[in-house]
DNA sequence: TTGTAGGCGTTATCAG
DNA sequence: CTGATAACGCCTACAA
């Protein structure tokens, strides 16, 4: 379809090699031949073959994003800001899904390798590891976002999720709340663990205990936040706030507490985790744990390049700090 | 890496023909070595390398996916019907936003031709649509998601956007609004044009007259639809009913009409297009139309392959059924 | 400064 | 059923 290297080589009676060379702006080729070349490649809408190209340097430009779910708000942004700074870097973004599973992940990262990403930026969907570490071993390059591995081959970029529940906690305690529930996510996976952590240390440092039946565990999406605070608000003792672990879910959250005839925040307060975009709406105005998502997917391809460039290995975790913004829900 | 097919021909005594053709599942390979050679890649951790093959085979396995914006909830949704589609039938797919700039549009086509991905599914930044002919032209096939292109090469996937528009505004009609706003997306770009005509078909078959001061143009953000809403709504008569070129835009107004000190619906009502995820939240509860986003994806996908398979040219022009959704904010 | 030739890892076409 | 061998389009020593 687009001319090869060898038809401009024909047309400009010269060699393969220095058609090449002048493509690529080797030094070594005169200005003559060189313009001639270029010319005659634009003319002819000469497009070099990337895949050609690939196989012999070894680096198709190209990396793999692999995220549990796209239609979750949280990672849009980061994907749009991996996207922005691989685009910006000549690179092509491959997007997966895993719906939070870790086999569809391990699918993906098999496919992936077989296309021979140059690396990946992988947010978990479980703890299940062993997959992972083992493409790191492999050679591959990998950041992941939200979910720490150590390994020289790759850098982990996360908030510290256990000090952001912490502080949403923190919040709802100096509030006056003592009966707090917490509905969490999908089941082991760090964010989830580790959010469920915080919420645990900020009421053992405030000298209260755990009161098992205000935990619940639901799935990341609205559907489950309403379906398990739903039960929460019949208990006996029914919690007068409630942390969700991650603003989805406190979505849910919302929509049960309002649905049983109570107000927010007066009967319920309630505080979620992430700032999706859709928090800051003057109809919702969810208090939540901000985290810098665009920012967080850049850095993440910033470091991913980095680790491709110069092999020593990067700083191998880099932690960010969450940040508590107050609206109307707490 | 991980081994060859010559690694593996080498270790199993045969000629690299027969391991390849092993390892395809070729008919005419005797049980005996069949088994051993796959026995031995398996062993060997042999994974076959996409680059390569697809430089032979002309065919990658791999699709670009461009959108003007993966942080707009409208494109997520169809964004996770394609990804899912296309790994289902083991293709890998290259998401690419444009940021509604055409310029950055092409140069994302471009790289993708580049990385020769087996078609496109785009859905248009603006009706700059040279470069997308141009692709088409140069033999690449492609489906549209909203935007109409007639070109052999191509099929169209959109929703009936005027019809819907009309939907939208005779619902208000019916309301017996008589004053209605338009509030609009970027301009020059189809989906807006076609909401606009619907807007104004409407309001002429009940013999009502435009009001260029009640029409204005925004982003199809949310900020546009806050910001012009604010003038709308300091017109000497202003409108009762506004109907906005898409949901992210409502939800501006909405938070407009409320700033202003007014009350939805009775003030002035409001309805949408898109149903993203978030128009159905209880605190929102936004009448928009509703379009099958994730089917749209998938079939999207669909398409696409059954192009490149029979490259008979596939139905061109695939037009789907907006749906109103009425709901609490007209 | 330019040309020759070999190789990147596969698939595919021939003969045997 | 199996083996050479030639592509695919590009890059890069090495030699001239």
């Known amino acids: ?19 090449s060379r002048a493509l690529n702006n080797h030094p070594e080729v005169s200005k003559a031949t060189r313009e001639k070349v270029l010319h005659l490649a634009k003319e002819m809408g000469y497009r070099p073959n990337a895949i050609a190209r690939g196989l012999v340097t070894k680096e198709t430009r190209t990396i793999g994003l692999v995220l549990p779910d796209i239609t979750n708000p949280f990672f849009p942004e980061v994907a749009r800001g991996v ?83 912490q502080m949403a906690v923190e919040h709802l305690l100096k509030k006056g709340h003592r009966q707090i529930g917490f509905v969490g996510g999908v089941q082991d996976v760090a964010t989830n663990n580790e959010r469920f952590l915080g919420y645990r240390k900020a009421l053992e440092s405030w000298g209260i205990g755990l009161e098992w039946d205000c935990i619940r565990k639901g799935d990341f999406r609205r559907e489950g936040g309403l379906a398990v605070t739903k039960e929460l608000l019949r208990l006996e003792e029914r919690p007068t706030a409630i942390f969700a672990a991650n603003d989805l879910t406190a979505l849910g959250v919302l929509q049960a507490v309002k649905e049983e005839g109570l107000a927010i925040p007066q009967d319920v307060a309630v505080v979620g985790f992430d700032d999706i975009q859709f928090a800051s709406l003057p109809e919702i105005e969810l208090t939540t744990i901000a985290q810098p998502k665009f920012q967080m997917g850049r850095l993440a391809f910033q470091k991913l390049l980095q680790m491709n460039k110069e092999d020593g290995p990067a700083k191998e975790r880099i932690i960010l700090r969450p940040k508590l913004v107050v609206r109307k829900t707490s």
């Open 1 to 19: 379809m687009s001319p090869t290297i060898k038809d401009i080589a024909l047309r400009a009676g010269v060699s393969y090699a220095t058609v």
């Open 83 to 165: 996207e922005e700074a691989a685009s910006e870097s000549g690179y092509s973004v491959f997007l997966c899904n895993t719906d939070w599973s870790s086999e569809r992940e391990e699918e993906h990262l098999h496919a992936l390798m077989q296309k021979q990403v140059d690396g990946f930026i992988v947010a978990p969907s479980s703890d299940q590891l062993t997959h992972l570490l083992k493409i790191l071993d492999a050679g591959c390059k990998a950041v992941f976002i939200s979910g720490v591995i150590s390994h020289p081959n790759s850098v982990s970029i996360i908030i510290d999720n256990v000090r952001g529940a």
